[in-house]
T-cell receptor
Framework: AQSVTQLDSHVSVSEGTPVLLRCNYS??????LFWYVQHPNKGLQLLLK??????LVKGINGFEAEFKKSETSFHLTKPSAHMSDAAEYFC?????????????FGTGTRLKVLA | DTEVTQTPKHLVMGMTNKKSLKCEQH?????MYWYKQKAKKPPELMFV???????INESVPSRFSPECPNSSLLNLHLHALQPEDSALYLC??????????????FGSGTQLSVL
């Protein structure tokens, strides 16, 4: 069965320093993986997705993620954190079910950006 | 229009009440989803509709009854809820529900409190 594990529940960085949010996946085949962001009192927004076309995926707002099959990882990075990046980040994997697909969320990582 | 609209934004109901949550999208999407999100937790999938047919029910109690009257509209009927059902209910849509890499478009949610 497909699943994702987010290794850190909280990450704190200073503004202008790099961001690393870690996600490991478990899948019996090459999965589709996603990162979503949830700002306080706002809906969820897709940052980027991996669909096997390229292992390095660029997303919105300067975020990118690299799919590493050997490490079963899909870590999210950003070279320089901005105050507006403070939010909850979810790693998501899709899984087939009943002729369609369901999207399974990891436990989330809360990113705090310090001034 | 890339919006998913959920109404109401807030709802307070007693355990004997019957209420409904509404979700609407006009992007031509044929898959719609209900998620439940407790505070500081990830969204948990409840139901998936694809082409107006219920594809996935994640063993949700019968006091939650989904309905998809047409491809643009998704309802969640609530009856005899328990206080532990208090949560943010999120609606999402995607293009067809038949691909493993579809972007989910989320509404901003209905914050439900059961007294």
């Amino acid at each position: 069965a497909q699943s994702v594990t987010q290794l850190d529940s909280h990450v704190s960085v200073s503004e202008g320093t790099p961001v690393l949010l870690r996600c490991n996946y478990s899948s019996s085949y090459s999965p589709s993986l996603f990162w979503y962001v949830q700002h306080p009192n706002k809906g969820l927004q897709l940052l980027l997705k991996y669909t096997s076309a390229a292992t390095l995926v660029k997303g919105i707002n300067g975020f990118e993620a690299e799919f590493k099959k050997s490490e079963t990882s899909f870590h999210l990075t950003k070279p320089s954190a901005h105050m507006s990046d403070a939010a909850e980040y979810f790693c998501v994997v899709s899984a087939p079910a009943s002729g369609t697909y369901k999207y399974i969320f990891g436990t989330g990582t809360r990113l705090k950006v310090l001034a | 229009d890339t919006e998913v609209t959920q109404t109401p934004k807030h709802l307070v109901m007693g355990m004997t009440n019957k209420k409904s949550l509404k979700c609407e999208q006009h992007m031509g999407h044929r898959a719609m989803y209900w998620y439940k999100q407790k505070a500081k937790k990830p969204p948990e999938l409840m139901f998936v509709y694809s082409y107006e047919k219920l594809s996935i029910n994640e063993s949700v109690p019968s006091r939650f009854s989904p309905e998809c009257p047409n491809s643009s509209l998704l309802n969640l009927h609530l009856h005899a809820l328990q206080p532990e059902d208090s949560a943010l209910y999120l609606c999402a849509s995607s293009r067809t529900g038949l691909g493993d890499n579809e972007k989910l478009f989320f509404g901003s949610g209905t914050q439900l409190s059961v007294l």
